[in-house]
């Protein structure tokens, strides 16, 4: 069973443009969610975090929002660059450094 | 930044034989060190919680004697596929916090293992 889901297993996007990645959760007790990029061959490094009592974070071109009752957030990256490409996963806290994954969605940002 | 690694980056065993993964924090310790397992096209799932100086702490679902944990150091934990089948081929990565925000756990690089 799948607590934390990103449906779109891809995305390209223009240079320039914006990049929405999308993430739904199942779970209402979640209280915290992170997102990660990952590079091939490398292990995820740390991008933005959001907390349930916010409905937005920003930080620089990247902006997470958190709808809870929909269960669902999203991070957006504006201007989207080439080097945004990677995957993308996000993550639900279940405990102290412990998290749930997405499955990831991988973003291709075309030059 | 704080830097984890993991070796190998990638190893191809034989069904029926063990193999090591280590996972070292290169510039901090870490008293508690997390490891995940990748399937194609799935999502990273915790496996188990490495303690050093105690036991680790295996989510449902794992097999202890299977995947043997082995916290030695503050620096390093390893995990052991033993009597490795096809079926635990898979990206295998571990994690270790550093500071006291859940935003401070470090990844490393990951480990493809793939049992022929």
């Known amino acids: 069973d799948q607590q934390v889901k990103q449906n779109s297993p891809s995305l390209s996007v223009q240079e320039g443009r914006i990049s929405i990645l999308n993430c739904d959760y199942t779970n209402s007790m979640f209280d915290y969610f992170l997102w990660y990029k990952k590079y091939p061959a490398e292990g995820p490094t740390f991008l933005i975090s959001?907390?349930?009592?916010?409905d937005k974070n920003e930080d620089g071109r990247f902006t997470v929002f958190l709808n809870k009752s929909a269960k669902h957030l999203s991070l957006h990256i504006v201007p989207s660059q080439p080097g945004d490409s990677a995957v993308y996963f996000c993550a639900a806290k279940t405990g102290t450094y412990k998290y749930i994954f997405g499955t990831g969605t991988r973003l291709k940002v075309l030059a | 930044g704080a830097v984890v690694s993991q070796h190998p980056s990638w190893v191809i065993c034989k069904s029926g034989t063990s193999v090591k993964i280590e996972c070292r924090s290169l510039d901090f310790q870490a008293t508690t060190m997390f490891w995940y397992r990748q399937f194609p096209k799935q999502s990273l799932m915790l496996m188990a919680t490495?303690?050093?100086?105690?036991?680790?702490?295996?989510e449902q679902g794992v097999e202890k004697d299977k995947f043997l944990i082995n916290h030695a150091s503050l620096t390093l934990s390893t995990l052991t596929v033993t009597s490795a089948h096809p079926e635990d081929s898979s990206f295998y990565i571990c994690s270790a916090p550093q500071g006291a925000k859940d935003t401070e756990a470090f990844f490393g690089q990951g480990t493809r293992l793939t049992v022929v």
């Open positions: 959001i907390s349930s009592i916010k």
């Open positions: 490495s303690n050093e100086g105690s036991k680790a702490t295996y």
